[in-house]
């Protein structure tokens, strides 16, 4: 049975409960590995002192290396990669055929401060993924050093992006988005590079029959500071991985199922030790940033002198509700006047429909969401549909 196929029957019995929320703090994620990952082994310590773990699965020769979370607030790698070593930990022909293949570590929240906190950064203010050659930030030193130790064949750097990303020329979202980063800045394509894209190429064919359409690359500019560049210029294939938003899944849980399916299908290509070519790397298409969550059409604001029809467009600020430990979506204006190069994740024509203004008389860029217009209510950024 073919990896798709197998996944797509197991998915259901093999995702791990518990994990439905965006918001994933240490804590949680400390007591589900204490009690399904006795054999998890301390790598190091975050600026605030907190754990940060390295697991491994399989026996085999090729060695993969992922972590997740370089980036706090991004957690559906990290909810995916649970379900990755539980499919693995299936007892069939497949895995225990790839487990004899290649030994897959994982480094489970690398900035385990930011994730508690819901932060991009780590708890000192530190983007890790700009702090390769700095080393400002404990956890940049943990994860270099678990690499020199550990000399993987391929390394996955887990990210999550916004909801502005859509397929270039297209209306989808860019459900998930991928990228073998530039070495240098004339972006050669070295042969750690090569095998990067050979493995993107093999994801891109197989996650097209499930979601065609859904699926990017991320521009290939070279960061002198990121994690990607710097590993690939030091001579290790690795693979960006950036799970974006899927309709009406705010949560990322469709997308966790896809993501993870991207990661066993870039571990089977590996394990296959085939000739590296680039295939229709170069043709998958490139982000673009056309979306905003919402875009009210054709909005008729007014004043004592004038009148415009216009476009409103809203973006979700994600917020740390502390004692309800969960996310909130605050409701932010983003964009007002001709959205038309624009799509919304909700996106309704109002037909002249008056702006009401509760907190201020028009809208204003970067205000919360306070108005009406026709059956669309804001409260104070919180949305009421």
């Not at 530039?182 to 979601?211: F, Q």
């Not at 990121?226 to 974006?244: H, Q, R, V, W």
Request: glycine share 8%.
């Amino acid at each position: 049975m073919r990896l798709i196929d197998l996944f797509g029957k197991e998915y259901e019995r093999i995702r791990v409960e518990g994990f439905g929320s965006k918001y994933l703090p240490f804590m949680k994620l400390k007591n589900y590995l204490d009690e399904n990952f006795p054999e998890k082994i301390l790598i190091g310590k975050s600026f605030l002192g907190n754990d940060i773990y390295g697991l491994k699965i399989g026996t085999g020769k090729t060695k993969i290396m992922a972590w997740s979370q370089m980036h706090g607030n991004e957690t559906t790698g990290t909810r995916c990669m649970l379900d990755v070593f539980s499919f693995l930990n299936l007892n069939n022909e497949w895995t225990e055929k790839l487990l004899k293949s290649v030994s897959f570590y994982f480094i489970p929240m690398l900035n385990p401060d930011g994730s508690t906190l819901y932060t991009r950064r780590n708890a000192a203010g530190i983007d890790l993924n700009r702090d390769f050659l700095q080393e400002a930030s404990p956890e940049i030193k943990v994860l270099k050093s678990f690499v020199n130790k550990i000399k993987p064949d391929f390394l996955f750097n887990l990210h999550d992006q916004r909801t502005i990303f859509n397929v270039g020329g297209t209306n989808k979202p860019a459900t998930l988005s991928f990228l073998a980063p530039s070495p240098d800045i004339s972006r050669t394509e070295t042969e750690p590079r090569i095998k990067a894209m050979t493995v993107i190429n093999h994801i891109y064919k197989g996650l097209n029959e499930i979601i065609p359409g859904y699926l990017a690359r991320f521009t290939d500019e070279f960061y002198s500071t990121s994690t990607g560049d710097n590993f690939m210029n030091a001579g290790y294939p690795i693979i960006l991985f950036e799970a974006g938003h899927y309709p009406n899944d705010y949560q990322r849980n469709k997308v966790r199922k896809f993501h993870a399916l991207a990661i066993l299908l870039a571990v089977e290509k590996i394990s296959l030790e085939e000739t590296a070519e680039v295939g229709e790397y170069h043709q998958i298409p490139i982000n673009d940033k056309k979306f905003l969550d919402i875009v009210l059409r054709n909005v008729l604001v007014n004043s004592n002198e004038a009148e415009s029809l216009l476009d409103i467009g809203i973006y979700f600020e994600e917020l740390l509700d502390v004692e309800a430990q969960e996310i909130i979506y605050c409701s932010r204006i983003e964009e007002i006047g001709d959205l038309s190069g624009f799509y919304g994740h909700l996106d309704i024509d109002k037909k002249g429909k008056i702006y009401l203004g509760k907190s201020s008389i028009f809208p204003k860029i970067g205000e919360k969401a306070d108005f009406s217009v026709g059956n669309i209510h804001f409260e104070k950024g919180k949305f009421k549909d």
